[in-house]
């Protein structure tokens, strides 16, 4: 296993961090005892949740993942230190959660005991914003004029930051957590936070996890040069593009108990015709050089300058380990140039 330096923080992170949204939806404490065994082993020292897990989000699943994870080191303390532990608090818009509301310092305060009480863990080592309080150009929102920019309240959106840097810092300090990163932000979001750090002497964001993968890598080059130039770690998640990039969903499939055979709470809108002629080339490319469609889009991402540590997640182990194979993969010049392709066929398919 190779690892990254998160950031500034002189945090070793794996390349490779497991996600775990799946579990207590698509998966039992037996599974997710399975999969953070098979990762430690393997090397794999660096584990993403959120308050908000399991996916779907419903008020049923609301914490159910960390609490998963909170019995796995309840049963194994000493192992904790093994692990750089992620997690996240949930974002305006989820009525169950907060009533909805805003990110505050208060919630922050709150969250973290919350957090910390179903990890069953004295600390987080990295504590993220899941997503911002204004609204941002994430899920399918990334398209010229379906937000306002120049109607934005800029001066409360700073002071909001604020605040939430203030209760952060409180945090560090009381040993809660150890350092902050975001999640579906902007090089805006993540200079402002920078900005009013540096100016109050607060915590200084450590890294940031957006979408990225071959169909959906808007990030590049402008917010990955952002994070290159400020030392912010660049986190991938859904590298495999909820699963699509494995191929598994081609011309409409839906394996049973798939991610895409639930109810999305943003609705199917990777699934698009051009998602699917892009992915039926990226297989084709990836079988024709003896590796897995997964395979061929997990190395792609590895190998992106910039990336920091890419987010996998896997709901079978057999998933996991066809996944971390990824890592191992070096491409070379000509695929890269045949990846290039068909990604200049198909730049932005959804």
């Not at 794996?14 to 005892?33: E, F, I, P």
């Not at 996890?209 to 660049?234: G, M, T």
């Amino acid at each position: 296993m190779k690892y990254s330096q998160l950031g500034r923080t002189g945090i070793d992170v794996s390349r490779v961090c497991l996600g775990t949204m799946t579990w207590g939806k698509q998966n039992t404490q037996a599974d997710a005892d399975e999969q953070i065994a098979f990762a430690l082993d393997q090397g794999i020292n660096f584990f993403d949740t959120a308050e908000m897990y399991a996916v779907p989000p419903t008020p049923e699943t609301y914490g159910k993942t960390e609490s998963i994870i909170g019995n796995w080191l309840s049963r194994h303390a000493s192992r904790r230190e093994e692990m750089v532990l992620a997690t996240k608090i949930a974002g305006n818009g989820l009525s169950w959660v907060r009533g909805g509301g805003d990110v505050t310092g208060e919630a922050i305060i709150a969250s973290i005991d919350q957090s910390l009480d179903r990890l069953k863990t004295d600390y987080i080592d990295l504590y993220q914003i899941h997503w911002p309080n204004r609204t941002s150009p994430h899920f399918a929102k990334h398209w010229p004029g379906m937000l306002d920019f120049s109607g934005v309240a800029t001066a409360q959106h700073s002071a909001e930051m604020l605040e939430i840097l203030q209760a952060l810092g409180e945090c560090v300090k009381s040993g809660k957590i150890r350092h902050f990163g975001l999640s579906n932000e902007t090089p805006w979001g993540i200079n402002e936070y920078l900005r009013l750090a540096e100016k109050h002497d607060l915590p200084r964001v450590a890294s940031i996890q957006n979408e990225f993968s071959l169909l959906h890598a808007k990030d590049w080059p402008f917010l990955i040069e952002n994070c290159v130039r400020e030392d912010v770690a660049y986190l991938p998640w859904s590298p495999l593009a909820a699963g699509a990039l494995s191929g598994k969903y081609i011309d409409g499939a839906r394996p049973e108990g798939s991610r895409w055979s639930f109810a999305q709470r943003n609705g199917l809108f990777r699934d698009t015709e051009a998602s699917n002629e892009a992915i039926k080339a990226y297989k084709e490319l990836a079988e024709a050089n003896g590796l897995t469609a997964s395979q061929l889009a997990l190395a792609w991402v590895d190998q992106v300058d910039g990336v920091t540590s890419t987010i996998i997640g896997a709901t079978k182990m057999s998933q996991l380990e066809e996944d971390l194979k990824a890592f191992d993969v070096a491409l070379d010049d000509e695929l890269i140039a045949q990846i290039g392709s068909v990604f200049k066929k198909y730049p932005m398919p959804y």
